[in-house]
């Protein structure tokens, strides 16, 4: 899978947006982008996931430029639940493992 | 549905000793994933099934690992003899399968190892 890159951390405030962003400049014009978090001594879970078009679920949005080097998860509304660390990844299911490839992800931390 | 299942939620052992960590996956999911998760090395693929067959076990650490999935409800991890450095938290995951660009995986609590 290709490489993605995240900051390591965030921080925001409760009740306002938050955008996360990932890079993924090697990106394959067949790879999609998903997105999964995990909680605090939880296992990681699914957010969002995307292939050129920007995506709308009930947990998120996810906005993919143009280009699809770069793109950016976005939850409008961040409440203390919503501390985690999120992981962007690319998927080709190429012929590739199935398994997820996780990188550092960004630890976002939510201030009351 | 209950979700993956994974048990025990934690597993305290002493160097040398067999370990077996179990999981079940969601009903209808045709694949199953085993991860490791440590500080060091982040969350890291061990193995995944297709249909209960091993598809992938290169990320396997070594031989004292192996892991079966005997039916469509139930796999093992099993470590023997473990030792102190496979100390981790290891986390099943379950998906329909059949289309892994856009697959959604979903995982269990984990278990945690500690090897004394």
């Known amino acids: 899978d290709a490489k993605t890159t995240q900051p390591n951390s965030m921080e925001s405030n409760e009740e306002e947006p938050v955008h996360l962003p990932c890079n993924h400049s090697t990106i394959s014009g067949t790879d999609y982008i998903h997105w999964y978090r995990q909680l605090p001594s939880q296992g990681p879970e699914y957010v969002i996931h995307g292939l050129t078009s920007n995506v709308n679920n009930r947990m998120a949005s996810l906005a993919i430029a143009e280009d699809r080097k770069s793109s950016t998860l976005i939850l409008h509304r961040a409440t203390l639940r919503d501390a985690a660390v999120y992981y962007c990844?690319?998927?080709?299911?190429?012929?590739?493992?199935?398994?997820?490839?996780f990188g550092k992800g960004t630890h976002l931390i939510i201030q009351p | 549905d209950a979700g993956v299942i994974q048990s025990p939620r934690h597993e305290v052992t002493e160097m040398g000793q067999e370990v077996t960590l179990r999981c079940k996956p969601i009903?209808?999911?045709?694949?199953l994933f085993w991860y490791r998760q440590t500080m060091m090395r982040g969350l890291e693929l061990l193995i995944y099934?297709?249909?209960?067959?091993?598809?992938?076990d290169s990320g396997m650490p070594e031989d004292r690992f192996s892991a079966k999935m005997p039916n469509a409800s139930f796999s093992t991890l099993k470590i023997q003899p473990s030792e102190p450095r496979d100390s981790a938290v290891y986390f099943c995951a379950s998906s329909l399968g059949g289309a892994p660009r856009t697959d959604t995986q979903y995982f269990g609590p984990g278990t945690r190892l500690t090897v004394l």
């Open positions: 009903s209808g999911h045709n694949s």
């Open positions: 990844i690319l998927r080709d299911g190429g012929g590739g493992a199935d398994g997820l490839t």
């Open positions: 099934f297709n249909n209960n067959v091993p598809i992938d």
